[in-house]
């Protein structure tokens, strides 16, 4: 749907439909540089995926990072993306990226309540491949004591339940370390009951936790440095349709509460980054293989995320990307049942890196290197886990490893298991055939896949998938564990599973835009007045994922670039195109 432009309301200069990290940078970047800013949200709460995410940002050459391995440049990190995108590389759009992601960093920690906050050990995930590093182009935001939103804190959107404690959130991988230690470490007990203590505190003022990190963090601190520059945001206010005056996008219809709507002018531009399209079922079924109802497929995404942005680009002549490797950030996710009857879902961040755990599919085998990253892993089971009605596989761990690391939402000892036993969640086996049973898995196939493994395993060693050998495979893995972090054997009952399916981290396939985040139409041509950011906009790195925060980095940066061109300092449309590229700038 899309209308004439007449009979504004209100006027603005810049709409910007969205409050996750794309939309709010564009935002506050627009606001900062000058121009009069509205920002709209569908929901109730604000942050979209954002604030249920890590909270990582992947800018290579970054000023965060000071400390580094080995020196970064502009001509590595383009010759590693080359490598990760393959035919998919969009000389364009990653040169635009590459030029402007530290600018937009620079931008953001000098001039808002924006403070990120250098990773030194956290590796690219390909970090081997040509052009990778070790460590440095991952940076993420810094904690925030949620009580600097003031009332605001309300609407903020509470990171994923299933992946907080208790509803703590944890900051970094050795904030984790405490928690896996906290029975064999003084120190590591210490720590733990002194978040705990604080935390319950927390709950009993507040309601929630204050402690904001991770993508909470980013989130929050993006929303505080739009508030302080007074940037309305309104809530509970989907975009209903585009405003056209002429060839141009020129506002924004609406939705309110009470049903009713209004419709708001766009002087300069309106940017969508209404979070991708995780929950539109119908596009799913398009563009998800392993999903051919739409329904066969599990994301921790907010459940608002339907692909509004998207339709509103096609109702005025915009392009979808649906050519792309890969539709989505893939994870093996797994269906949690709550106490109170509802579900939800857990993203296996950090369970399969560890040593003993294990993944097979049902015929029993396993598939791939459980210690690689989750889009790998997701590539990976939608390539060998498909058996004609769903995409699954089973995490599998004896006694001793479960109660050392844990496995998906169960935790590890001193926390009981019983529930999860009572729900299905995790199934437990007195053998390994008993196990295969209660999955539907081949257990003679199991058994000799178990056997295989353990061999090479007492040693530290897995000839069939070397898993321990990439960096990052060794980067979340248990540091303790000799020889190999990522390697034990299963052999201990009795023997545990997990079922794993589908899911995603948000999606790849969006807008087509050019290096100034403008949609284009069907010939390549911008769209006057309409630009993409975020989940929105469809993903620079050509359906790969090489390292962690490889959509909130381009997100900001590309929310950043559109409201750096909206400024313009009154430069008209026609004229983009002749301006030397912000690129080579």
């Known amino acids: 749907m899309k209308t004439t432009g007449e009979g504004f309301e209100q006027t603005v200069d810049v709409v910007v439909i969205g409050t996750g990290a794309g939309g709010m940078a564009a935002a506050v970047a627009a606001r900062t540089m000058g121009l009069e800013v509205l920002l709209l949200e569908k929901a ?86 040509p052009g990778g590093r070790m460590a440095g182009r991952s940076i993420m935001a810094a904690p925030l004591d949620g009580r600097e939103l003031g009332e605001h804190i309300r609407a903020l959107r509470p990171p994923l339940k299933e992946i907080t404690f208790v509803g703590m959130m944890f900051n970094s991988s050795a904030e984790v370390g405490h928690f896996f230690n906290a029975t064999r470490s003084f120190k590591s007990a210490a720590y733990v009951a002194k978040r705990l203590m604080t935390h319950a505190a927390e709950m009993i003022l507040h309601g929630r936790a204050m402690r904001l990190t991770n993508g909470n963090a980013l989130a ?118 709550r106490a109170n009857g509802e579900t939800g879902v857990f993203p296996h961040l950090i369970d399969r890196y560890k040593p003993g755990i294990i993944a097979v599919n049902r015929a029993g085998r396993r598939f791939t290197n459980e210690s690689d990253s989750y889009h790998d892993m997701g590539m990976a089971m939608q390539k060998h886990c498909a058996d004609g009605s769903e995409v699954a596989a089973w995490l599998i761990a004896d006694h001793r490893t479960i109660r050392r690391y844990g496995l998906g939402f169960v935790k ?47 040693e530290g060693k897995d000839p069939q998938f070397r898993r321990g050998w990439r960096v990052y495979n060794r980067f979340l893995g248990d540091e303790t564990h000799r020889p190999n972090p990522c390697v034990a054997p299963v052999k201990e009952g009795p023997f545990y599973a997990v079922k794993i399916v589908m899911g995603d981290l948000g999606t790849f396939a969006g807008i087509r835009t050019d290096r100034f985040a403008r949609v284009l139409d069907a010939e390549g041509r911008p769209l006057p007045g309409l630009f993409a950011a975020g989940n929105d906009n469809a993903s620079v790195m050509g359906g790969g994922y090489p390292g962690g925060g490889i959509t909130l980095g381009p997100a900001m940066t590309f929310g950043f670039v559109a409201a750096e061109f909206m400024a313009g300092n009154g430069l008209q449309e026609a004229a983009a195109d002749v301006l030397p590229s912000m690129a080579t700038a």
């Not at 002087?267 to 596009?283: I, K, M, N, S, W």
């Open 44 to 129: 109730a709460l604000y942050g979209g995926t954002t604030a249920r995410s890590g909270g990582v940002l992947w800018i290579p050459n970054n000023p965060i990072s000071t400390f580094k391995p080995e020196p970064d440049s502009m001509d590595d990190a383009r010759a590693y993306l080359k490598y990760e995108c393959g035919d998919f590389y969009d000389s364009e759009r990653v040169e635009a990226f590459l030029a402007n992601g530290p600018r937009m960093v620079d931008f953001f920690v000098r001039r808002t309540d924006v403070k990120l906050i250098a990773l030194p050990q956290y590796p690219d995930y390909h970090c081997e491949s």
């Open 220 to 337: 929050a601190r993006l929303a505080k440095s739009a508030f302080e520059l007074g940037i309305p945001m309104w809530l509970e206010s989907p975009a209903q349709a585009l405003v056209r005056d002429g060839g141009r996008v020129s506002g924004v219809v609406v939705g309110k509460a009470d049903g009713s709507s209004v419709r708001i002018g766009a002087r300069r531009g309106v940017v969508l980054a209404a979070g991708g399209f995780p929950h539109d079922v119908e596009r799913r079924k398009k563009l998800f293989p392993h999903a051919p109802t739409g329904r066969e497929h599990l994301s921790p995404a907010p459940p608002c995320n339907t692909g509004d942005g998207l339709r509103l680009a096609e109702s005025v002549g915009g392009q979808v990307s649906a050519t792309l490797p890969n539709a989505a950030a893939w994870i093996p996710v797994s269906k949690v049942w």
């Open 412 to 458: 590890p000892f001193p926390l009981p298991m019983g529930a999860h036993l009572r729900s299905g969640y995790l199934m437990r086996g007195k053998t390994l055939g008993e196990l295969a049973g209660m999955a539907g898995i081949d257990a003679a196939a199991l058994q000799t896949t178990v056997d295989a493994y353990n061999v090479g395993a007492h």
